[in-house]
């Protein structure tokens, strides 16, 4: 089953902060975090495990909580560079099945 | 280092035709992944490489949709025949080891297929 990805869309000015959500019915092993331009491929931005510390990429950072399933995404003032759909990517803990989440797509005004 | 490569990057094809999408990872990567990514949603993974052997591929329309990895290097996606729900982005990527949690997935740029 996908996971959830909230919100689904936001709109932010610079400078601003954002808070991306992924949340799964079953048990993670894994949480890759990845950002996609339109009619670009996914970039990677980085990879939570389960136990695992909050990771951090710039001023973009994410943590995993386990007793919830869900990761945050935590984006501190934004920059227009930003703007994209973020998709988390799970994996399940006992498989190696890999899914995308529903992504949110994100948008940074000047 | 060379990133994924994915050809053609754009293919416009009529319903019930062929297609072929050809993918060569990055160099060393024993795994090779093949996605579809419709318009609005997330890459949704087709089948999964470990080298030469298919380790998932539960989401593959096996009835029009056939991929292989020969060598264990490049991969082809095939497409026979095509339907009009067939339309989307598809992404190939790699890692370097099988789906432990910690491996980064690279992709390529993508092939856009629009059938008529």
């Known amino acids: 089953q996908q996971p959830v990805q909230s919100p689904q869309a936001v709109i932010l000015r610079e400078g601003e902060d954002a808070v991306i959500n992924c949340s799964s019915s079953k048990a993670l092993y894994s949480v890759h975090w990845y950002r996609q331009k339109h009619g670009e491929a996914p970039v990677f931005l980085m990879i939570l495990l389960k136990g695992g510390e909050q990771m951090r990429h710039e001023k973009i950072s994410a943590s995993f909580n386990e007793k919830k399933q869900q990761s945050s995404l935590y984006l501190t003032a934004s920059q227009l560079s930003y703007s994209g759909t973020y998709f988390c990517g799970t994996e399940y803990a006992g498989t190696y099945k890999y899914i995308f989440g529903t992504g949110t797509r994100l948008k940074v005004l000047a | 280092e060379a990133g994924v490569a994915q050809s053609p990057r754009y293919k416009i094809i009529e319903k019930r035709q062929s297609v072929a999408f050809w993918c060569n990872p990055i160099?060393?990567?024993?795994?090779l992944y093949w996605y579809q990514q419709i318009l609005g949603q997330g890459p949704k993974l087709l089948i999964q490489f470990q080298n030469n052997g298919v380790v998932d591929d539960s989401q593959l329309p096996k009835d029009r949709f056939s991929a292989e990895r020969l060598k264990g290097v490049d991969s082809t996606l095939k497409i026979q025949p095509a339907k009009l729900e067939d339309s989307a982005v598809y992404l190939c990527a790699s890692s370097s080891t099988r789906g432990q949690g910690t491996d980064t997935q690279y992709f390529g740029p993508g092939t856009r297929l629009t059938v008529l």
């Open positions: 160099s060393g990567h024993a795994t």
